[in-house]
């Protein structure tokens, strides 16, 4: 099968003008930002970068949809009142000093791989809102809502922003996101924004792998043939297309340019052995898949560490619908984060540092763990629950240049706000862009050609080492 360079020579030789393919998200860099020169700098981009700028190859955001407890997680208040601190004990790690919640018992051994940050804020307590706001780095344009639903002016998801700049091999989506988009039954809007191409257009969308991969019947829905369609049909119907094609660029259609576009990408992966053996966790061993638990969101982990180890340089592992309302414990927060909600986090996490550190890819490899918010400090009479809290909590990050052993930032008494160095999503996005390459200077243009800042916020230079 052709490479995405061939891709490009097809398309060129179509007419399809330089601009579209970026506009279209093919090419890995935007000439507006500065084109990727073979050395990994960009073009018309300083050398001299702040710490940390380009120490990426590629990331995995694990999105813990609904807003973990920071008090119950990562930032414990062991001295704080009943009614503030909870049932739960901090623990000790092998970093000194340096606890976590006792049920998070496997990442304690690993914090030396890892930065937390106890200072991330904003004020935005609606999910679908604050959602835009953690997967894009940007205000959504309708914020502080849970009413408003996904729109073609969304800002565009991380993933699909560095689509732009780098590209996988052999046909492999540059952007994957699992298991769903992230919706609440709670929320008028239903699905958050920020979670396709937005702005972008839909050719930048992040490849939606749905299901659960645990199931021994689970496959790709995406790279699933018709019934009746084998790959030399296939080959036939992409022939076809590629005719139609010609005859559509000489009428000038840009519509039909980008149609071209993903039915070119969509013939790369239904074809591509390749793409096939990427997505086959059946290839795991046995002891692996058990390391990370046999269970969707571990599976779903595992999987994006295959992706990456084979050069899709951005997943993201939303936490799954598990009909409970996720991490959204307004309710019975205690039973609900000791019994479903931490064993599998801590689980696939400490798994994931584990493996890509024995594989050498930690050190490339920039992984994100987060909400969209905190959690109350009070927690609520009557049913052990906590509220909505964007004012102060926790996030974690580690590989690629990230200090190893350390806690940037901190909160008050009771983590109600930050007392030193607050972050915002913005901030981390940025944080983001930055380790993977993107100059804070670049920008992206939208169907209509307007240019778009790609941050919103600084990169966090505290927590490179």
Known sequence: MSDPDSIQRQLFSRGLPRRSLLQAGLLPGMLAAGGMTSDGTFAGGSRDRPPGFGTAKRCILLFMWGGPSQLDTFDMKPDAPAEVRGE?????????????????????????????????????????????????????????????????????HLGGVLSQFHSAPAGLPASVTMPWKTLHPAAPGGTAPGQTGGWLGTAADPMLVTGDPSQADWSVPALRLADGLNLQRLEDRRSLLQSISRQQDRLGSQYSRQLDLQQLQAFEMLGSGLVRQAFDLAQESAA??????????????????????????????????????????????????????????????????????????????????????????????????????????????????????????????????????????????????????????????????????????????????
């Open 88 to 156: 739960f004990q901090p623990i000790s790690s092998v970093v000194p000093g340096l606890e976590l919640c006792e049920h998070f018992r496997g990442l304690a051994t690993k914090t030396d791989l890892l930065t937390v940050i106890r200072s991330m804020s904003h004020d935005d307590p609606a999910h679908l809102s604050s959602a835009h706001t953690t997967l894009t780095g940007h205000l959504p344009p309708v914020n502080k809502s849970d009413a408003e639903p996904p729109g073609p002016n969304d800002s565009p």
């Open 288 to 465: 692996d898949r058990q390391r990370y638990g046999n269970h969707i969101h571990g599976q779903c982990v595992l999987l994006g560490r295959r992706l990456l180890e084979r050069g899709v340089p951005f997943v993201s592992v939303n936490w799954h619908n598990d009909g409970r309302n996720f991490w959204d414990t307004h309710g019975d927060n205690f039973n609900r984060l000791k019994r479903d909600l931490i064993p599998p986090a801590d689980m696939a996490l400490t798994a994931l540092l584990t493996d890509l550190q024995e594989r050498g890819m930690l050190e490339d490899t920039l992984v994100v763990w987060t909400g969209e918010f905190g959690r109350r400090p009070q927690i609520t009479a009557g049913n052990a629950g906590r509220e909505h809290h964007p004012f102060c909590y926790s996030s974690l990050l580690a590989g690629a240049g990230i200090r190893r052993g350390a806690v940037h930032g901190s909160s008050d008494r009771i983590a109600r706000y930050p007392e030193q160095d607050a972050v915002s999503p913005g901030d981390l996005a940025a944080t983001v862009l930055h380790a993977m390459g993107v100059p804070a200077e670049a920008t992206l243009r939208d169907a209509g050609g307007r240019p778009h800042l790609l941050y919103a916020g600084n990169p966090v230079g505290g927590v490179f080492g």
